[in-house]
């Protein structure tokens, strides 16, 4: 069951958002507004998300304030990855909540925190723990990145790649369970946790992953799932099918769903992070998955 839908994905971070075409963030808040509305219609009760933005930075919430964009959401969310990434210390974490609460009255949500084991798997495991014990009864929703490795045959969806060093590497072993599906530390306290601590999954398209995910977060008593409709992917041959699959595999959970990725054909420039010719299409794409899913 769809509970929430987010308006695309760290849309502050250059490697979901070129912001070099939409320098000040006009085109993405005229964008978010429009598929607000067209998400409303289709559904007035749905909670309707800000992507989780990346870094958090209470500056780019006002300035989408002042912008209007906010004015049909009903959460702000945020994403943190302080010992892998974020130039701040994971014990921050209230701090890092509190300055977005004091630029919006709406609820933070934390739709992606996790831990690389990129150096080690104890890192990980500190830092589940230390994480679960800051946010939860923080914020309303939290969301674990991620559930599994990503497969290294996939790539990382950056801009950057290999020019990033060990920050692009890390993207590769943010799960709790292998690549292979075998487990890391960190998983035996995950369902401490659950059902309050969601997960946040991505699923490629055709992803070989989904059943064997589904009978992981069952195990670990997981109720709150993040995901996303690619919007790109939602032009490819065979698109409606694996949607339908894969809705109809997670239908059991409470589902946040992502609403992002710009196809080539669509952007101003040919890449999943290009702003859209057409705003509207955007919004059109949202209004088409809310009807069939939601």
């Known amino acids: 069951m769809i509970e929430a839908v987010k308006f695309w994905n760290e849309p502050n971070n250059k490697s979901h958002w070129n912001f ?13 507004k429009l598929a607000a509305i067209a998400a409303k219609a289709e559904k007035p009760d749905i909670t309707r998300v800000l992507g989780g933005i990346s870094p958090i930075d209470p ?38 909540i509190n300055e977005i609460r004091a630029v919006t009255d709406l609820p933070i949500w934390v739709t992606e925190v996790g831990v690389s084991t990129f150096g080690a798997e104890e890192v990980q ?18 969301h674990w990145y991620s559930l599994y490795d990503l497969p290294q045959a ?22 709790l369970l292998h690549e292979d599906g075998t487990p890391k530390l960190a998983l035996k306290h995950f369902s401490d946790y659950t059902p309050e601590f969601g997960i946040c999954q991505w699923f490629h398209f055709e992803d070989h992953r ?39 595999a997670l239908d059991e959970f409470d589902l946040t769903i992502t609403f992002c990725f710009t196809p080539e054909e669509k952007g101003i420039e040919a ?22 899913y939601a």
């Open 20 to 32: 070099d075409i939409d320098q000040d963030w006009k085109i993405f808040s005229d964008m978010v």
């Open 59 to 96: 500056g780019f919430v006002q300035h989408l304030k002042g912008l209007g964009t906010l004015e049909n959401l009903n959460a702000v969310a945020v994403h943190g990855f302080p010992l892998d990434w974020n130039l701040w210390n994971i014990n921050e974490w209230p701090a890092k």
């Open 125 to 142: 495991e500190f830092g589940f723990r230390r994480t679960a014990e800051l946010l939860t009864g923080l914020v309303d929703r939290v």
């Open 154 to 175: 996939w790539g990382a969806t950056t801009r950057h790649r290999e020019a990033e060093g060990s920050s692009y590497y890390r993207h590769f072993y943010m799960g």
């Open 210 to 248: 989904l059943e064997q995910a589904v009978d992981w977060l069952r195990k670990l008593g997981v109720k709150r799932l993040r995901t996303g409709l690619s919007w790109a992917d939602s032009l490819r041959p065979g698109a409606d099918q694996w949607f339908d699959k894969m809705m109809k």
């Open 271 to 292: 890449h999943h992070t290009s702003p859209p010719h057409v705003i509207e299409e955007y919004a059109d794409f949202c209004a088409r998955m809310m009807r069939r």
